[in-house]
């Protein structure tokens, strides 16, 4: 399939260890989306093998996407969704095809692939469980989102003044009109993450930029004065296609928790998400998500009308507009550090 006739994009992140050619695979699955690395590191001159040429940016994650999108908005407007992946996580092309096929399809505006039994798992309500083809969450992890690109343009302001992702990544399941049923971990095909929270470079770099991670959590949820506090999978669609609801899922992931801890990596966070998801059946049966209200008003408008905490005019990827290149090719754009 020609580049340019892919209508997604897998924008990662990829330093001198990444991961990403095990999503390329050996050529002999058609891929329906293209690939462009965003390169960080040491290495960073030497990440290579995407569709398009790959950018070298020293930040950390999401303040180098936001100025990646910035002087790139055309991207946004070729793609139809967005893949932000972290570089440690083990997929392959047919996992990354069925994404995108099952977002378009459930009409989804925020996805994300489940994590194997055997990751590092992050949020235990993202671990895959069996008998679902998908559940329907009101949270999804900032390692690897799929995100609608029309919603994406609209979450750049958040995610530029709140560079972390750790607390942006909380609500953007619910700043869109009707949040219920659009935002979704997927279970038939998963992801596998690599390596440990916290043994990356990541928070080294949030603390030469003077960045909390936890504060801008508080900060960011303090914004809306109906955050639910919770992670809440609320609904699901089994493999047969049904949908069912709020208890079966709770039930159902719960009981799937408490079983599978002994067999993860971190079985007591596992086992005490699987406790406290069965009792989420007594305190949020029937829950579905609602649109966040804004507690100030003004903060709305400071984040789509005023300065961002990334600076971005000094920023340029390259001077015209990116093009597709050969698969398998990469040129090599540099930002400043």
């Known amino acids: 399939m ?24 050996d050529g002999t699955t058609a891929r329906t989306w293209d690939l462009q690395l965003n390169a960080y590191g040491e290495q960073a ?32 407007e070729r793609y139809d969704y967005v893949m932000l992946p972290d570089d440690d996580l083990r997929m392959t092309p047919g996992d990354i095809n069925r994404l995108f096929e099952l977002a378009t399809e459930q009409d989804l505006v925020v996805s ?21 083809q998908l559940r329907y969450t009101n949270h999804i992890d900032s390692m690897a ?16 003044r709140h560079i972390s992702g750790w607390g942006a990544d909380h609500v953007w ?41 936890v504060q801008e959590v508080r900060t960011v949820t303090g914004m809306f004065d109906n955050f639910p506090g919770s992670h809440i999978n609320y609904a699901g669609r089994l493999m047969d296609g049904r949908r069912v609801g709020s208890l079966h899922v709770m039930l159902r992931n719960g009981f799937w928790l408490v079983v599978a801890a002994p067999f993860t990596k971190t079985p007591y ?32 408008q400071r984040l789509e009308d005023g300065p961002t905490a990334v600076p971005l005019s000094a ?23």
């Not at 798992?121 to 671990?127: C, N, Q």
């Not at 005490?272 to 709305?300: C, F, V």
């Not at 920023?315 to 550090?337: E, H, K, R, Y």
Request: with cysteine; proline share 7%; charged share 20%.
């Open 45 to 76: 001159n030497e990440v290579t093998g995407g569709d398009l040429p790959t950018v070298v940016d020293q930040g950390t994650k999401w303040d180098s996407l936001a100025r990646h999108f910035r002087a790139h908005p055309e991207l946004l």
């Open 315 to 337: 920023v340029a990827v390259t001077a015209a507009p990116l093009a597709p290149a050969p698969v398998g090719s990469a040129g090599a754009a540099q930002l400043p550090a």
């Open 269 to 300: 966070k596992i086992f005490r998400k699987g406790i406290g998801m069965l009792l989420q059946t007594l305190t949020h049966a029937g829950h579905l998500p609602r649109q966040l209200r804004y507690a100030d008003e003004s903060e709305r």
């Open 112 to 132: 994300q692939l489940a994590m194997s039994r055997d990751s590092w798992v992050t949020y235990p309500a993202l671990m895959t469980c069996p008998g679902y």
């Open 2 to 25: 020609a580049s340019s006739s892919r209508r997604f994009l897998v924008l990662a992140r990829a330093g001198g260890k990444s991961l990403h050619r095990e999503w390329l695979g």
């Open 145 to 160: 989102p799929c995100i609608r690109s029309s919603y994406l343009k609209t979450l750049l302001p958040l995610i530029e």
């Open 173 to 213: 399941a619910l700043l869109m009109e009707e949040p219920a049923y659009r935002c979704a971990v997927i279970d038939e095909v998963t992801m596998v993450h690599t390596r440990p929270l916290g043994s990356g470079t990541i928070h080294g770099a949030f603390a030469r930029q003077g960045v909390d991670p």
